[in-house]
Each structure stands twice: as structure tokens, then as C-alpha cells.
């Protein structure tokens, strides 16, 4: 009964909720409910009992011959501007596009760790040839085999979900519609969501700035004498919390976007072509500044083998991205 509840729902969605309408719903549920019980009486699974319901009440003008002589529906539809660009949900539907949202988050933090990561093993490489434990040959070849490897990897994982997440991105440029009790679930999930994503959010951004205090602590008390070598180790621990950090973020901050999709929240909301507009050029920008900004990392490291110092390209390229950001977000809220 939940599916005929929803298709209900869906088929009196775009109606103005009236007298008349509540009392047509009221009927057209009485109806259906009565035909499912029969069919199910009947042997029916409810696959099949739901499928022959649905399938019974296909318009409005066969509704109103069902509900009898005198109860012809006469509702109109309700005048939305831009109803040609919006796009009614179902409940299923809803909650497979947060699913799948929470999945490409979770690919994409993954591959943007792998990003992040992929200098560790040059690292250890690199300070095990400096105290003769394997050749130099050795060190530079696995070490550069290995960061072109895992970034090769993660940009795979970029194209294989960015393909399949790509069918929903009519959701973001459309005016998403529920009914009333779609809405109210995705509320919930959303309210329950939100209690943690603050601290997950926060746990994130704390983590990437405590990245720079193993390598202060090691330089500070093992910056020489016998362990000098450890120092070059420390990055290891900027690059792991940095990738921890970047995963929290990136995967929380995914599922709210997918949210605030669905329930027209934040830039999201009707009327915010301009933000809107704004958001694509960011992403625009984006596609290419960071390619960029890597490969000037690669190549920058690679020429110099000063692995725990390049790092510092990441923060500064960050910074300047989020004043690029910042920007055009005012310009376009000022148009």
C-alpha cells in the first residue's frame, strides 16, 4: 500500500490542496485500497496486486469516472513559473539519489586521498636510499612508479563516478518537486544529518590544520643526531592527516549538497539562477586550476626530490582558490 500511497501523492502533487481535492484523494485511496485487497484475496503477490491498481487509474479523467456520476474532478492545476524546468520526485526515487550521491562522495574522497597520499611512498623511499638501506636507482624508480601509479588510480576512480553520477544532473538544474510525505521523510533524514555533520565537518578542517605539527614536533626534538632521518618521515603524517581531514569533508559535504538538491536548501533554493551561474564557473575553474596546480606539483618535486617541502604548494593553491571562490560568489550575488 506504501507504493499506491506514494503514486497518490505524485498524481494529486501538482493540484492546490482543496476541500475537494483532499475529499477526491480521500475516495481515489478508498478505491484502490478496496481493488488491491480483492486482487490479493485472489492470489495475487502485491508486486502484482500494486502493478494491476496503478495501472487501472492512469488520468484524472478515468479517476473521475470512477469516483461516480456527479464527482467529476474539476481542480485546477496550479500556475507555477518555470514548471517546464522542475522534476517530481517519488520517495524511491529521492532516496536513491541520496544513496547514489553518498556513493560518488565516497569514491571521489577516496581518489582525492589517493591524490594526497601518493608522495608517502617516495618519502620512505627516499630517506631509506639517504641511509643506504636500498640504491638510489631503486628509490627513484619505485618512487616515481608508485605517485603516477595512485594518482592514476584515482583519476580513474574520478572518470568511472563522475560517468555514473552524471544521470542525475538534471536534479541540480531543475526545481526538484515532492509531495508532502516525501518531503517529510527526507526532512527527517536531513534534521538527523545534520545533528553530526557540523562536528564531522569541523573534526575535518581541524585535522588538516594540526597536519603541519608532526613535522614541527619531529624537527623540534629529532632534527638531528642519529635519527635526522626521521624528520624526513614526518610529511607522512602531514599527508595522512590532511587526506583523513579531506575525506570528512569532501564525503559530508556530498550528502548535503544532495539535500539541499532535493529540498531546495541553500543555493538550491527557487530564484538563485544568479548563485547558481556563479557555482558553474567555480567548477569551471576548478577543472582546470587543479590539473594544473598537480602537475606543477609533480613536476616541481620530481625535479628537485624535495618531497617534504613541495607539499606546501597544496595549503598556498587552496588559499588562492578560495578567493577565486569568494569572488565571483559576491559578484554574482551583486548582479
Not at 215 to 222: D, E
Not at 258 to 272: F, T
Amino acid at each position: 500500500m506504501e507504493t499506491i500511497i506514494s503514486y497518490i501523492d505524485n498524481l494529486f502533487g501538482n493540484y492546490p490542496d482543496t476541500s475537494q481535492a483532499r475529499k477526491a484523494r480521500e475516495e481515489l485511496l478508498g478505491i484502490m485500497e478496496d481493488k488491491y485487497n480483492e486482487l490479493k484475496a485472489e492470489g495475487k503477490s502485491e508486486h502484482e496486486a500494486i502493478g494491476i491498481v496503478i495501472s487501472e487509474f492512469g488520468s484524472m479523467d478515468e479517476i473521475a469516472a470512477e469516483l461516480g456520476p456527479g464527482k467529476k474532478i474539476t481542480i485546477e492545476k496550479k500556475e507555477e513559473a518555470g514548471s517546464g524546468n522542475e522534476k517530481m520526485l517519488t520517495l524511491a526515487q529521492a532516496q536513491e539519489y541520496l544513496n547514489r550521491q553518498a556513493d560518488f562522495g565516497f569514491k571521489v574522497a577516496v581518489g582525492v586521498a589517493l591524490c594526497i597520499l601518493s608522495p608517502v611512498l617516495p618519502c620512505i623511499l627516499e630517506t631509506m636510499r639517504e641511509i643506504g638501506i636500498i640504491p638510489e636507482a631503486l628509490s627513484e624508480a619505485v618512487g616515481g612508479a608508485s605517485l603516477f601509479f595512485m594518482i592514476a588510480v584515482a583519476v580513474g576512480i574520478f572518470i568511472t563516478s563522475g560517468v555514473s553520477i552524471s544521470r542525475y544532473d538534471d536534479y541540480k538544474k531543475s526545481e526538484v518537486k515532492l509531495d508532502a510525505r516525501t518531503r517529510e521523510r527526507i526532512t527527517e533524514q536531513y534534521d538527523v544529518f545534520n545533528q553530526y555533520f557540523g562536528v564531522k565537518i569541523a573534526a575535518g578542517v581541524i585535522l588538516c590544520i594540526l597536519s603541519v605539527v608532526p613535522p614541527l614536533f619531529v624537527s623540534a626534538f629529532l632534527g638531528s643526531g642519529p635519527f635526522y632521518w626521521v624528520e624526513q618521515l614526518s610529511g607522512i603524517g602531514l599527508f595522512a592527516f590532511v587526506a583523513i581531514g579531506v575525506f570528512l569533508i569532501v564525503t559530508e559535504g556530498m550528502k548535503k549538497d544532495a539535500y539541499e538538491v532535493l529540498l531546495g536548501k541553500g543555493e538550491y533554493r527557487p530564484k538563485r539562477a544568479m548563485e547558481k551561474k556563479g557555482k558553474k564557473l567555480t567548477e569551471l575553474i576548478a577543472s582546470i586550476y587543479w590539473p594544473i596546480v598537480a602537475a606543477i606539483y609533480l613536476v616541481w618535486s620530481i625535479i628537485t626530490m624535495e618531497w617534504g617541502f613541495t607539499w606546501i604548494i597544496w595549503p598556498v593553491s587552496g588559499i588562492i582558490f578560495g578567493a577565486i571562490s569568494a569572488a565571483i560568489s559576491i559578484i554574482c550575488r551583486a548582479e
